[in-house]
């Protein structure tokens, strides 16, 4: 490799007299001799240093020449290390000479030679646009102290630009051109990039459903394009994260005379899901012990082999206010790195209020893990029955009214995990936020009332009428730490915030249950404003099932109407998700508290989920 001519020219050289060959013969004989003095455990061993030059010093990192250790090996280890050392710290020409031993004291000595630096290193043979894209700054390795590591770094990050713009079997080289008095060196990195390489062609092999242009696109690997080599490393893992598609074999890259091909073996797997969320909750709102609520969904992934997903949920998780939502998504539209998708959900909150919401946008692929997307967003809320005994009463607007937004968003978003499903460590951001206009519609039910003093209910909508503003800002981050083999520690932020002026309660975010701020009623808590932390760390059994403990803590503020409040929640419980061989079943325990609630075991959250997939 290039590096061993380098070194070959460092060491070998006229200049250098003692050599890397010599150093090692003699430290394996000396090793050899030592080892018949090894003795029991317990014991302390010393290594004293020592120079075999006149008035010279030893480095700051061997302080005072002298080290102790509890074993013979570790003595041997330290000292078989000291080289490597001394070498990365410039004394390339280094070694240790040779080692004595009497009863557990063992006596080392180094030749240092002088400290080398790089009088000037020439980048000119490198590209100033892979200098720049690598983070190479040529100006700053002059009069710096020549590190063996250092160099392996730098000539790395060249071979892995080579590699990942279309040249696979480029070398980089370090010629040593002179040797200077002072210890300078003169060097000149020197890249062959070899000939240009391109994927000519991609055969996939299997029995699927699937448009090659969606394919090729998902992969970010096009026919014709230069070879990359970054994009084939993280092949494997983006198909695992494919819900519909996996890996008969590992992919072959084959470099032929005529054409590269690539050579892809899949094989379609189930993906279509039916998926039960039931829970097990204290009724706080009506009589009776227990509230059971529901959480299913049907999924449909890749039915035209567009790699297009539907969903339909249907959930009932508070007394007497269900909810349904669809989502569609359609992928790579027409081959484009575009994306279109649309959200729908209808929600009715007992015999209060019904709320429509609407959000379609399209999404542009930065790249295979970095998004960007602008949707349109639509949100009626109507009121089922109004509260005119309160509003004759206290001749002002209820908690809730008919009012409708709509507007435009933008949403950012960032995945640098190790695998989508289940990742052991990485992060994962998204970002959101929207500019509405706000409409508030007078309710006839009240404009209608009258009462004896003649007040006239239609003019407390008048201030309402003239503030048209609204704003939704949103913020999701998810940091894996991979803590053992078997271990992942999950830290999750979010966070949400509502501007605009006299909000009512139903235009509210709604948190709390198993998908955020667990240990609390599904949907329950109304806010304007909040932030949850949480943490959860995980005992994997395999790829995608795992224990669980966590913890959820959340600041949340509740402003509406003449009503405001702010509260510390704190949720904590245990689960597992486990794979089995026909779906996912899931199961969590969570208990819940805040101020006015304190934790009560009557008041503990179960949870139970199951997937099929078909």
């Not at 302080?63 to 102790?68: D, L, M, T």
């Not at 050392?85 to 280094?94: H, I, K, T, V």
């Not at 224990?547 to 003449?562: A, E, I």
């Not at 949720?571 to 006015?596: C, D, E, H, P, Q």
Request: charged share 20%; aromatic share 14%; hydrophobic share 40%.
């Amino acid at each position: 490799m290039s590096l061993i001519g380098y070194w070959k020219n460092l060491l070998f050289g006229a200049t250098i007299v003692r050599t890397w060959l010599w150093s090692l013969w003699t430290f394996a004989l000396c090793f050899i001799g030592v080892v018949t003095f090894y003795s029991a455990k317990g014991q302390n061993y010393e290594v004293q240093i020592h120079t075999v030059e006149k008035n010279v010093r030893l480095p700051d990192g061997l302080i005072n020449g002298q080290k102790s250790f509890s074993s013979s090996n570790a003595a041997l280890d330290f000292m078989q290390q000291i080289v490597p050392d001394l070498q990365e710290q410039g004394y390339l020409s280094a070694s240790l000479d040779s080692i004595g031993v009497q009863e557990n004291v063992y006596q080392a000595f180094l030749f240092l030679g002088k400290v080398y630096r790089w009088a000037s290193l020439d980048f000119s043979n490198i590209s100033g646009g892979l200098l720049v894209e690598a983070g190479i700054k040529p100006d700053q390795w002059q009069g710096r102290m020549v590190r063996p590591k250092s160099v392996a770094v730098v000539t790395e990050k060249m071979l892995q630009w080579a590699e990942n713009n279309g040249y696979p079997f480029a070398r980089v080289k370090l010629d040593v051109i002179r040797f200077e008095n002072d210890g300078g060196i003169v060097g000149k990195f020197i890249m062959e990039r070899d000939e240009l390489e391109h994927i000519d062609s991609i055969a996939v092999e299997g029995e699927i459903k699937i448009n090659r242009k969606y394919l090729f696109r998902y992969i970010d690997i096009k026919q014709g394009q230069p070879y990359d080599e970054s994009k084939l490393r993280s092949l494997s893992t983006r198909l695992k994260e494919l819900p519909f598609l996996q890996e008969s074999a590992p992919w072959e890259m084959k470099f032929k005379p005529a054409e590269n091909l690539l050579k892809l073996s899949l094989l379609e797997k189930k993906a279509n899901q039916l998926n039960a969320l039931i829970g097990l909750l204290p009724n706080s709102s009506a009589t009776g012990k227990f509230l059971l609520t529901i959480d299913a969904q049907f999924a449909f992934q890749n039915i035209l082999g567009q790699g297009e997903s539907m969903g339909i949920t249907y959930q009932n998780l508070q007394y007497k206010s269900p909810k349904l939502k669809v989502d569609l998504t359609y992928p790579f539209l027409l081959g484009t790195p575009f994306s279109a998708d649309l959200h729908f959900d209808l929600y009715k909150q007992d015999t209060s209020f019904r709320r429509t919401t609407l959000d379609a946008g399209i999404l542009y692929q930065l790249s295979a893990t970095n998004h960007l997307r602008i949707y349109y967003h639509n949100q009626s809320n109507r009121l089922i029955t109004a509260d005119t005994g309160f509003v004759k009463t206290n001749k002002r607007l209820p908690d809730n009214i008919d009012v409708s937004a709509q507007g435009v968003g933008l949403e950012m978003g960032w995945n640098k995990t190790d695998f989508r499903i289940s990742p052991r460590h990485g992060w994962e951001l998204k970002v959101k936020g929207s500019a509405l206009l706000r409409k508030v519609k007078p309710n006839d039910a009240i404009t209608s009332l009258k009462d004896a003093t003649g007040f006239d209910f239609s003019q407390i909508y008048d201030s309402l009428l003239r503030q048209k503003q609204q704003y939704l800002v949103g913020l999701q981050a998810n940091v894996y730490f991979s803590l053992a083999k078997k271990i992942v520690l999950k830290t999750a932020y979010n966070g949400a915030w509502i501007g605009g002026e006299s909000l009512f309660r139903n235009e509210l975010y709604q948190i709390g249950g198993f998908r955020l701020l667990r240990g609390f009623d599904e949907q329950s808590i109304f806010t304007n404003h909040y932030h949850v932390v949480s943490l959860e760390l995980r005992l994997l059994m395999d790829a995608n099932s795992f224990f669980y403990l966590f913890s959820d803590n959340g600041w949340v503020q509740t402003k509406f109407s003449s009503f405001s409040n702010s509260d510390i929640y704190n949720g904590f419980g245990i689960g597992a998700s486990l794979i089995t061989k026909s779906g996912l079943f899931s199961v969590g325990y969570a208990l819940g508290r805040n101020s006015t609630n304190p934790i009560q075991f009557r008041q503990s959250k179960i949870h139970f989920g199951y997937v099929a997939y078909f």
